[in-house]
T-cell receptor
């Protein structure tokens, strides 16, 4: 659904710690999910994806977990770095190419 | 090389004007999109084209008209601009089917 908050949820993380960003999706029939990172002034950048026949997928420093029972997606970032500061979006594929984005989470990495 | 490129990056224009944003992708993808991001960072799909054919039109006012001269290009023309059209417009592309969608850097439109 559409975001109604005035401010993005913010996750403040100390450099070197692990980050966990959570996302609830809406459609139990969604078969494909993507996490994007958006830095200030730039377009969303692909991080990692997962298909509905999987419950976990790992990339470089990132892991996505999918819990279809409760329609929940999470992104774990290991050893968070200053360059990880950005807005993170989850997206679900509702139908052919139609991605529905979550509201976004602002990650702030502190020294 | 930029995969999805759109121009202009910034556009400031007066209410009532007509403007266009151009987009090109060099990824060889069959499907292209326009997304709109509002001031709250919410991203919403507007249009999708597959091989020059319109496949998604998300109840966007008909002042917005996408045009795809070939599968590597998808332009967005906006007539009679309104203040509420101020937003960031992202072009994107993907292979056919549920696949990763790659975004351009955005076009910041401000209507005054």
């Amino acid at each position: 659904g559409e975001s109604v908050g005035l401010h993005l949820p913010t996750l403040s993380v100390q450099e070197g710690d692990n980050s966990i960003i959570n996302c609830a999706y809406s459609n139990s029939a969604s078969d494909y999910f993507i996490w994007y990172k958006q830095e200030s002034g730039k377009g969303p950048q692909f991080i990692i994806d997962i298909r509905s026949n999987m419950d976990k997928r790992q990339g470089q420093r990132v892991t996505v977990l999918l819990n279809k029972t409760v329609k929940h997606l999470s992104l774990q970032i290991a050893a968070t770095q200053p360059g990880d500061s950005a807005v993170y979006f989850c997206a679900e594929n509702l139908s052919w190419g139609k991605l529905q984005f979550g509201a976004g989470t602002q990650v702030v990495v502190t020294p | 090389d930029t995969a999805v490129s759109q121009t202009p990056k910034y556009l400031v224009t007066q209410m009532g004007n007509d403007k266009s944003i151009k987009c090109e992708q060099n990824l060889g993808h069959d499907t292209m999109y326009w997304y709109k991001q509002d001031s709250k960072k919410f991203l919403k799909i507007m249009f999708s084209y597959n091989n020059k054919e319109l496949i998604i039109n998300e109840t966007v006012p008909n002042r917005f008209s996408p045009k795809s001269p070939d599968k590597a290009h998808l332009n967005l023309h906006i007539n009679s601009l309104e203040l509420g059209d101020s937003a960031v417009y992202f072009c994107a592309s993907s292979q056919e089917g549920p696949n990763t969608i790659y975004f351009g850097e955005g076009s910041w439109l401000t209507v005054v």
